[in-house]
């Protein structure tokens, strides 16, 4: 392979890169190669900030500890109940999709990684598609803690790679402030909520996500964890009462973790990726503490400070939202251009640790403002929400409606299905339909 700074910057046939007739070209023809290029990114953070004096008011604590110790200042929370994961999520991927300039008809996946999703299920995924109308996409959620959205770009990557998809969706988005125990000291100055997603897409341009890396170490489970609202200790009065919904942490044990895979994965994913710590323009480390960045991709690798991007003095430990938050704020500082080498490195609860080593494609100026496109966007949203109610209208019409004592209801107004006939006999170890 030829060294991805090497890699020539063509100009793409389709927007940013994307394959100018991505339904018509699903499965790959053997001369033509595929690459998975971030082309669209978009964020979105609560507007109430809680700054470490704040804290000082709700927990023994201060403000010279909590900068000294994490390097944090201050965070979002969302403070309106109505902002939720899922919301916060859909405003990231508007903003995506906005960047991109592709219709949410076009994308074919959604994973949305979420260590405080909006339900044990359904998916939050699942809520953002119904919401921006992404009406061909399927959906759904991935666990892997402040890890999980690395694990995302990997996922979405395969996809793209094996000819699966045209066009994915992937978000990462957090309200940890809902699962914080806003009396421990240990845990609440730490996190911090926020949304980001990117848009990545099928591409004859190369480069893009050139490598993964994804570890586990379960043994470390309980070092991170919300403990309750499982299978293991499902919720009941009891665990409600003894806090065991919030976020537990040795914190001092994940430190040293840390330290160590944060390193490590950045190294693996460079080598898988044919790169050295020389050639890279910027890492975007998860943004859990200044102490871990300094630890590790400092000292450890020796990459110097101006190519390490750090935001967690303002929106502390976002978890998975952290590192497309930081992405954003980095391109937007003028720090990501194409032709750039960059790596996002992660670690997080599960024990859980992940990087992805990034050739930066596509242009990142913002594009125009069009009044015309951006109207037709917003009507495509309400069209979104309308078709919603409606499917949710015809659902309680069917609820409502007395049984047809001939047959079944339809759901959803769909065709009826002829019944698969029976009984099925089994002979010579093939299933036969009886005639
Ligand atoms: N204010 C004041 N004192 C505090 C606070 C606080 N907010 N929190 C802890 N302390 C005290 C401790 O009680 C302890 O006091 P003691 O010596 O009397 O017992 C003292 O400060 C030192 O505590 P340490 O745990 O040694 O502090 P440390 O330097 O390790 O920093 C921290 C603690 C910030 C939690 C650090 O260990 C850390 O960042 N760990 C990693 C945590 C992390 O990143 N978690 C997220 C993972 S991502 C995910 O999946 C969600």
């Known amino acids: 392979m030829a060294e991805p700074n090497e890699l020539p910057l063509v100009t793409p046939p389709g927007q940013n890169g994307a394959s100018a007739h991505p339904r018509e070209s699903v499965t790959p023809r053997e001369s033509e190669r595929r690459y998975a290029q971030i082309i669209g990114w978009g964020y979105a953070i609560p507007e109430k900030v809680i700054t470490n004096h704040d804290l000082e008011q709700i927990v023994d604590t201060t403000d010279e500890w909590i900068r000294s110790r994490t390097g944090i ?14 919301t916060l999520a859909i405003d990231a991927a508007r903003r995506a999709l906005e960047v991109a300039d592709v219709h949410p008809s076009k994308l074919d996946l959604i994973i949305c ?9 359904p998916s939050t995924a699942s809520v953002v598609q119904d919401a921006i109308g992404a009406e061909n996409a399927g959906a759904f959620d991935l666990s892997a803690a402040c890890s999980g959205f690395v694990y995302a770009l990997s996922m979405a990557r395969g996809h793209i790679l094996a000819g699966d998809a045209e066009y994915v969706l992937v978000l990462g988005a957090e309200t940890l402030s809902r699962i914080v125990d806003w009396t421990d000291r240990n845990t609440c100055v730490l996190f911090g909520d926020g949304a980001g997603a990117v848009l990545i897409a099928a591409s004859p341009v190369p480069g893009g996500i050139l490598a993964c890396e994804l570890g586990s170490d379960g043994s470390g489970a309980e070092l991170l964890m919300v403990p309750a609202g499982g299978s293991a200790m499902p919720a009941s009065l009891e665990t409600v009462s003894s806090g065991n919904h919030f976020i537990k942490m040795d914190g001092k044990a994940v430190f040293r973790f840390a330290v160590r895979v944060m390193a490590d994965a950045t190294r693996a994913v460079l080598d898988k990726a044919g790169l050295d710590i020389d ?20 000292k450890q690798l020796r990459i110097p400070e101006e190519k ?12 998975t939202a952290s590192i497309p938050i ?21 670690f997080g609860g599960g024990l859980t640790w992940a990087a992805c080593a990034v050739h930066w494609s596509v242009p990142t100026d913002r594009p125009t403002t069009d009044w015309w496109k951006s109207t037709r966007r917003q009507a495509g949203y309400q069209a979104a929400a309308a078709r919603s109610m409606w499917r949710r209208a015809v659902r309680w019409v069917y609820q409502v409606w007395p049984d047809d004592p001939e047959g079944k209801p339809i759901p959803d107004g769909e065709p009826v299905k002829e019944p698969v006939k029976e009984p099925e006999i089994q002979q010579n170890g093939v299933l036969r339909r009886d005639e």
């Open 308 to 319: 390490v991007f750090i935001n967690l003095q303002k929106y502390g430990n976002t978890s």
């Open 279 to 298: 050639s890279l323009d910027l890492v975007i480390p998860h943004q859990a503490n200044i102490r871990i960045v300094q630890n590790s991709v400092l």
């Open 113 to 121: 990684s979420s260590s405080s999703p909006e339900y044990i299920f």
């Open 73 to 86: 200042e201050e965070r979002r929370v969302a403070a309106d109940p109505k902002e939720t994961t899922a």
């Open 326 to 346: 930081a992405l954003c704020e980095a391109i937007e500082a003028g720090k990501v251009k194409p032709g750039n080498n960059l790596v996002f490195v992660g």
